[in-house]
């Protein structure tokens, strides 16, 4: 079973930045399509940024521009690099296979949190 531990959430002003890490436990994982998810209260799961199964890259339009989505299959690990950062971004941010996630693979996600 594949383990997926996101992190580098925290609390940062707007116009701030921050870079998430999602961690697989399995060797070669990050090769697949993956992509980040974010659900903020109240609103249901949403994903802000993928790889496609060719290596290309998507964003949602909310995020295009200050959100970049990378890999380092070496570490088996996923990047979101964050600019920009503003209120709306806030929520909790989770790795998974994409555009589908699967179930089994949610973990506890890494919260972000933007001050206005």
């Known amino acids: 079973q594949v383990q997926l531990v996101e992190s580098g959430g925290g609390l940062v002003q707007a116009g701030e930045s921050l870079r998430l890490s999602c961690a697989a436990s399995r060797s070669a994982f990050s090769r697949n399509a993956m992509g980040w998810y974010r659900q903020a209260p109240g609103k249901p799961r949403e994903l802000v940024a993928a790889f496609t199964s060719l290596g290309n890259t998507n964003y949602a339009d909310s995020v295009k521009g200050r959100f970049t989505i990378s890999r380092d299959n070496a570490k088996n690990t996923v990047y979101l690099q964050m600019n920009s950062l503003k209120p709306e971004d806030t929520a909790v941010y989770y790795c998974?296979?994409?555009?589908?996630?699967?179930?089994?693979?949610w973990g506890q996600g890494t919260q972000v949190t933007v001050s206005s």
């Open positions: 998974n296979l994409a555009p589908i996630p699967t179930m089994a693979y």
